[in-house]
């Protein structure tokens, strides 16, 4: 059975039609990738599944379960992690403190708890700066540990939000233009590390990319989307030498 | 020729450099014991040490009122000030240095709960003497515990939380009127309210409990506020919260039961100054025990980006609305210690311009810390108290300085730090120059 599945998703704003009739089936393991051109609608696909809107019609299931009408942070702690396309870090906290924060679900105290300073608070906050720690590790980036995010080099801020949605143990990772604004370097280490964590974690891998080179290389099937419809569906190879995406999407002058 | 400058300017240099030395190296029981000394010198030689200066009587607030009512005394109070307070704290700590710093070292080995109570129970007796010279200072000291716990609570929502509420007076009345209503119902012959249900004697011993349903009440007034605003973001919320503010206030003013307009007096004698302190550090050890840890952290992720907090696991809508009513606890209990220190509240002395100070107190001390609440909430009121004899002016001079922190230190004096209880305690080793 499918891990996450999407049916016949169609999402409108007021009375613009932003994704009409979106399939996804994403098996466990997998890497699927999204693209389109700018507008299209790839953007909203995240945010409707993870919660943030609800989609008009159709439904949604991860590991069996609908996912329509959960609030945003339910989602996410059923094993739903993103990153966004504009690296939406926290102003005043530091690279730990991120991660640490991603594992809110899975926080054992409560309320009281952390009024009251309990043992058991303080074992489950050196155990949650452990998990944290070790992912900081793998994505590289341990040594930044008590310094605010949002001062760290713009590669490292990426790989900081990566950390921090594995920290949600997720089933399913979204990642929304993983290399936007990347030199070429950085891209191919970005690639490394996806590659290092799909490996590692076990986790299915759905993107949204611009750079065809990181999408072709990454992904076992791609989307393509115009204007909230996916017009073609199948393997890089495929997708590469489809006409309709290649008027759509790459460029006309391939055909001439 | 530029010789002598140039030695001058290293010799004032060292002596700075030294002071500073000197300062990081005696351990906070240190600066305790020095605070102790002084205390005691005032104690039994403050009488005759004002007379051979030539000052009518002790000092209270530091001599603030003194010199502003009759500047001739400024070099007497001066004086007075270096020998009581100056030279002993100086000496005390320079004395004790290495003591106190094995004192310090051996309590950090133990555990931290000792260690909190050994220094809170010097400081409080110090405090406790310091205060027993005159009852206006005694007055003073619990006002400032008080709006200490104030400005802490409204820190949590304004500046941990990010949110901007300005009903922090009313959730304070709601705790006072209840705490009054409760008291003067149980333990207390009152005209209003007859004859005392309970035993005089069992008032004092309830009276936490008391000061519990005050914070409760400010809760769910807080509920109130929250379950329809925090739909919404930034101003929506401080327009609600004014507006709660003075539905509060009129809501007093008409309800005759609890006094109307005339307020209600002669609450029991419940706020001593042992009371006061001890909630005041239950209220900073609970709160700075929530924002230091990740579930109080989340306060943070909100206020920086809701979005991301959300998709990272976070129930935002539950964080803000449990912080708010947290806040909103807080405030309620401060209000039933006002109303108990004072033993009288009326529904005037919650209104915009307590308000005014409340904020004055958070933004003045700085925002997200602990520490800067309870720099900002001890420097404004002790500041207000002591320019009361310029009357009027006291309000040209404290909004200045207001408008002078905003525009040199926008977030506040000590904004966004953590405080750290143990960091704070630990001993301070020599430092090798010398």
């Known amino acids: 059975m499918a891990l996450l599945q999407v ?31 700018n507008g299209a609608g790839k953007t909203t696909i995240f945010n409707l599944i993870s919660g943030i809107h609800t989609p008009t019609e159709g439904n949604i299931e991860l590991d069996g379960n609908s ?20 690296l939406l870090l926290w102003r005043h906290m530091t690279v730990l403190e991120h991660v640490k924060m991603a594992c809110y679900s899975q926080l054992g105290y409560g309320i009281w708890g952390a009024f009251f300073g309990s043992r058991f608070c303080h074992q489950e906050e050196k155990r949650l700066t452990a998990k944290a720690m070790h992912l900081l590790e793998i994505f590289d980036v341990g040594h930044f540990r008590s310094q605010l995010a949002v001062s760290l080099p713009y590669g490292a801020q990426r790989r900081v939000e990566m950390a921090r949605a594995m920290a949600t143990n997720p089933k399913v990772l979204f990642l929304d233009e993983p290399t936007a604004g990347m030199t070429p370097d950085e891209l191919n280490r970005m690639i490394s590390i996806i590659r290092k964590i799909h490996a590692e974690f076990d986790v299915a891998i759905f993107l949204i990319e611009h750079r065809l080179k990181f999408v072709m290389e990454l992904c076992e099937r791609i989307q393509t989307l115009v204007f909230g419809e996916v017009i073609a569906e199948g393997t890089p190879e495929e997708t590469k030498n489809n006409p309709q995406v290649i008027e759509a999407y790459l460029g006309r002058e391939d055909i001439h | 020729m530029d010789i002598p400058g140039h030695t001058l300017q290293r010799d004032k240099k060292g002596v700075k450099a030294r002071l500073k030395n000197f300062a990081a190296s005696v351990p906070l029981i240190g600066w305790f014991l020095g605070f102790m000394g002084a205390v005691l010198v005032e104690y039994f030689l403050g009488d005759l040490i004002s007379y051979y200066l030539g000052l009518p009587k002790i000092p209270v607030l530091f001599g603030f009122l003194t010199v502003l009512k009759r500047p001739l005394l400024i070099p007497g109070t001066v004086g007075y000030l270096l020998v009581v307070y100056g030279l002993p704290i100086l000496i005390i700590s320079k004395f004790l240095q290495k003591p106190a710093n094995k004192l310090a070292g051996f309590l950090a080995k133990g555990p931290v709960t000792i260690a909190a109570l050994v220094h809170l129970g010097l400081f409080y007796a110090a405090l406790h003497l310091w205060a027993d010279l005159s009852d206006y200072r005694l007055l003073v000291l619990k006002l400032t515990m008080i709006a200490i716990m104030l400005t802490l609570s409204i820190n949590v929502i304004n500046g941990y939380m990010g949110e901007f509420s300005c009903s922090h007076p009313g959730f304070m009345a709601l705790g006072a009127y209840t705490a009054s209503t409760i008291t003067l119902l149980l333990f207390a012959n009152d005209k ?43 101003d929506y919320l401080a327009i609600i919260s004014l507006a709660f503010l003075f539905i509060v206030k009129s809501l007093i003013e008409n309800l005759e039961f609890v ?65 708010f009513m947290f806040g909103a606890f807080w405030a309620g209990v401060a209000g039933g210690l006002f109303a108990h220190v004072l033993r009288y509240v009326n ?9 005014a100070e409340i904020l004055a107190m958070v933004y003045f001390g700085g925002l997200n810390s602990v520490t800067g609440s309870i720099v900002g909430a001890v420097s404004i009121n002790i500041l207000s108290e002591a320019l009361r004899p310029l009357e009027i002016y006291k309000w040209i001079i404290i909004p200045l300085l207001l408008i002078l922190v905003m525009l040199f230190r926008p977030t506040g004096l000590i904004a966004f730090t953590e405080f750290k209880p143990k960091e704070l305690m630990k001993p301070r080793q020599k430092s090798l120059e010398g």
């Open chain 2, 192 to 234: 209003q309210f007859g004859d005392a249900l309970l035993p005089e004697a069992l008032g004092p011993y309830l009276f936490p409990l008391v000061l519990i349903a005050g914070g409760i009440a400010a809760a769910l007034g807080a509920l109130v506020i929250a379950v329809p605003s925090f739909r919404t973001r930034g």
């Open chain 2, 347 to 355: 529904p005037g002395s919650f209104g915009i311009q307590r308000l």
């Open chain 1, 7 to 37: 049916d016949n998703m169609t999402h409108y704003f007021g009375g613009l039609r932003a994704v009409h009739n979106y399939n996804l089936i994403l098996e466990p393991g997998h890497i699927v990738g999204l693209i389109g051109p």
């Open chain 2, 259 to 323: 006094g109307g307009p005339r307020g209600m007096s002669s609450q029991p004698h419940y706020s001593t100054l042992p009371m006061v302190f001890i909630v005041m550090v239950l209220c900073i050890w609970i709160i700075n025990n929530f924002v230091r840890s990740t579930m109080g952290k989340a306060l943070n992720a909100v206020r920086d980006n809701e979005l991301a907090a959300e998709s990272m696991t976070v129930n935002t809508r539950k964080t803000k609305i449990i912080t």
């Open chain 1, 67 to 86: 996912l329509i009408g959960l609030q945003p942070h339910e989602i996410a702690a059923r094993g739903l992690g993103r990153t966004f396309q504009n």
